[in-house]
């Protein structure tokens, strides 16, 4: 089945720094990606998605690259913000398939 | 709010007790799916509807687990017998299905917290 692996588990960066945040997927069939945002005791919200026939996908300060043929997708943050620091995870899914498989998640500080 | 809601928000039970949860999709998905957080880890899939069929269930959904949904709105998850292990947050998700737009993205719920003693 799928597996995601997601790192690093944690990351401390500067107010202003870019933030990121690498995962690998093992199924050569998933070609859906989304990463989602989860504050402190609140739902994960999407943030940003990509599909497998595109290799970059931007939305203000938030991108997120992918290599097919590597496995490995990454969430890039720039200018981070205090209001950034949340726990991020990555999650991948197959064509038309059901379940999302999440990684384990990084959490984000970013310092003032 | 429009929103995916769940409750109850917090349930604390004892060990061989059964609890039951209830998920309020968005009104127009017609998929609903169940994970389940522990503390440090990603959501873990555990099953999902289409309308009122379920799908699919993960083998983490044992058979102290059942899922419904009755009428293809909102859908329980009973546990019965519960096990200390059993204490997680259960979160629901909701999406349009396939082949509709913007059919990709799973809306959450807040989740339930389960604590079992």
């Known amino acids: 089945g799928e597996n995601v692996e997601q790192h690093p588990s944690t990351l401390s960066v500067q107010e202003g720094d870019s933030a990121v945040i690498k995962c690998t997927y093992s199924?050569?069939?998933?070609?859906?990606f989304p990463w989602y945002k989860q504050e402190l005791g609140k739902r994960p919200q999407l943030i940003i998605d990509?599909?497998?026939?595109?290799g970059e996908k931007k939305d203000q300060r938030i991108a997120v690259t992918l290599n097919k043929t590597a496995k490995h997708f990454s969430l890039h943050i720039t200018e981070t913000q205090p209001e950034d620091s949340a726990v991020y995870f990555c999650?991948?899914?197959?064509?038309?398939?059901?379940?999302?498989?999440f990684g384990a998640g990084t959490i984000l500080r970013v310092k003032s | 709010d429009t929103g995916v809601s769940q409750n109850p928000r917090h349930k604390i039970t004892k060990r061989g007790q059964n609890v039951t949860f209830r998920c309020d999709p968005i009104?127009?998905?017609?998929?609903l799916y169940w994970y389940r957080q522990t503390l440090g880890q990603g959501p873990e899939f555990l099953t999902y509807?289409?309308?009122?069929?379920?799908?699919?269930k993960s083998r983490l959904l044992s058979d102290r687990f059942s899922a419904e949904r009755p009428k293809g709105s909102f859908s329980t998850l009973e546990i019965q017998r519960t096990e200390q292990g059993d204490s997680a947050m259960y979160l629901c998700?909701?999406?349009?299905?396939?082949?509709?737009?913007?059919?990709?993205?799973?809306?959450f719920g807040p989740g339930t917290r389960l604590t079992v003693l």
């Open positions: 998700a909701s999406s349009l299905e396939p082949g509709t737009t913007a059919w990709n993205e799973q809306f």
């Open positions: 199924d050569s069939a998933s070609n859906y």
């Open positions: 990509i599909r497998s026939n595109v």
């Open positions: 999650a991948a899914r197959m064509e038309y398939g059901n379940k999302l498989v």
């Open positions: 009104s127009e998905h017609n998929r």
């Open positions: 509807f289409q309308n009122e069929a379920q799908l699919e």
